[in-house]
């Protein structure tokens, strides 16, 4: 089991485009993933890798906003967590929006695009437009001495063209002929970011995943999926009052023969707060629960099934055996046949999602149900592999 994981891990990387110790720790970091956890960006990191200053350009009034779900359909490896075609027919498109100006000049329109709320959970997609400019930096100013001290060293060239995504088309133009000319080429923007969390009737939630990207037309969007399921004190109401902080901050973009720097100018970034209201949908939700065991392990699971997708909790607690046991650097635990995570299959068929390993503290998976009338999940273990005589069927009220 370990060697097929470590085969399927290392078949993902294109080792092209990457040194051989940055393949062998990617390979690794695969191989050991829990692979429905995708890591939650924090906002500085959002802003310096994708900046919003990359729509300038853009009509502030364009009229026309892209499917931020629609968007989200197939971007990830493991499979989407939801259901997008059912989410965009159920979410709400009322599209409100507010706008901001900070001090350099540079406005800003960020709308509410679309949202889903059924007392279980928030998915909200974001849509930002900007006429911020940039403008090239003179490297024998004062300036770039300036900046020269704060920013870190070069990175490596990354796998993709950065100063593409960050930087608006004219001055993208400037920058490259800059770079082509002299060897290296500096520019500074200004972008607006959302904070990493939101506030929902007064109570900080952090996202439970994000995502972001750009639409054709060139206006920036952002995905949340907020806690779930959501605090007690909200999940009944009819209507919620979604509110978070806006920053905006000069962001400075160099680089030469040794690869590129980027940072911001957290010191003197400003903010706005926003606010939206969202409605709740009425929706069927279901909720199943079952049990699972074995000769060192017995688990709870629970089954939240809902219009756009599902979430399967799964605690579990072990033998003692199981507990003492060391893990080595490949997940094994001294020759211990134990489980390490449960398949997931709708109607017979595997999906992409998976729940990887059996804690006591529970482990989670969304996932899109669409029409099935049963889910299973069948435990593997690090050793022998799947056990279908353990497996756990759940049958879906229709």
């Known amino acids: 089991m370990l060697k097929e994981r470590y085969n399927k891990a290392f078949d993902r990387v294109n080792a092209t485009q990457t040194l051989i110790e940055q393949t062998k720790r990617e390979v690794y970091e695969m191989a050991n993933q829990k692979q429905m956890r995708r890591a939650r960006f924090s906002a500085a990191l959002i802003a310096a890798i994708v900046l ?50 900070f001090s350099d000049g540079s406005t800003f329109i960020l709308r509410l695009n679309e949202y889903y709320f059924d007392g279980e959970q928030v998915i909200a997609g974001f849509t930002m437009q900007s006429n911020a400019a940039g403008h090239m930096i003179d490297r024998n100013s004062e300036e770039f001495a300036r900046m020269q001290t704060y920013m870190p060293e070069a990175a490596p060239m990354p796998r993709y063209d950065v100063a593409r995504r960050l930087l608006p088309d004219a001055l993208y133009d400037a920058f490259m002929a800059e770079y082509k000319k002299e060897g290296s080429a500096c520019a500074v923007v200004f972008d607006m970011y959302m904070g990493d969390g939101v506030s929902i009737n007064g109570e900080y939630l952090s996202p439970d995943m994000d995502d972001e990207g750009v639409f054709e037309d060139g206006t920036r969007w952002r ?14 109401r009819k209507e919620l009052t979604l509110s978070a902080r806006v920053y905006g901050q000069r962001t400075l973009f160099y680089m030469d023969e040794n690869g590129v720097k980027t940072d911001s100018d957290v010191k003197n970034r400003e903010h706005f707060d926003a606010e939206w209201t969202v409605r709740r949908t009425e929706a069927d939700i279901r909720q199943y629960r079952a049990s699972a065991s074995g000769s060192d392990y ?30 080595d650097e490949y997940g094994g635990r001294d020759g211990i046949d134990f489980i390490w995570m449960w398949e997931i299959y709708a ?9 990887e390993t059996a804690s006591r503290y529970g482990e989670t998976a969304t996932f899109p149900v669409g029409s099935a009338e049963t889910i299973t999940l069948r435990p593997v273990y690090v050793i022998s592999g799947e056990h279908p005589d353990e ?8």
């Open 52 to 101: 919003t200053a990359a729509l300038a350009g853009v009509a502030l009034a364009s009229g026309w906003f892209g499917s931020v779900f629609s968007a989200m359909s197939g971007r990830h490896q493991n499979g989407d967590r939801s259901d997008y075609q059912a989410l965009e027919a159920l979410a709400d498109r009322s599209g409100q929006q507010g706008g901001f100006t």
């Open 223 to 236: 995905y949340f999926e907020f806690e779930r399921p959501l605090p007690e004190e909200i999940r009944s």
């Open 298 to 327: 017995a688990s709870e699971i629970e089954l939240t099934v809902s219009p756009v997708n599902a979430r399967l909790t799964i605690e579990t607690k072990v033998s003692e055996r199981w507990e003492s046991a060391e893990l």
């Open 347 to 355: 109607d017979g068929a595997k999906l992409d999602s998976a729940i």
């Open 391 to 398: 497996e756990v069927v759940i049958r879906l009220r229709k």
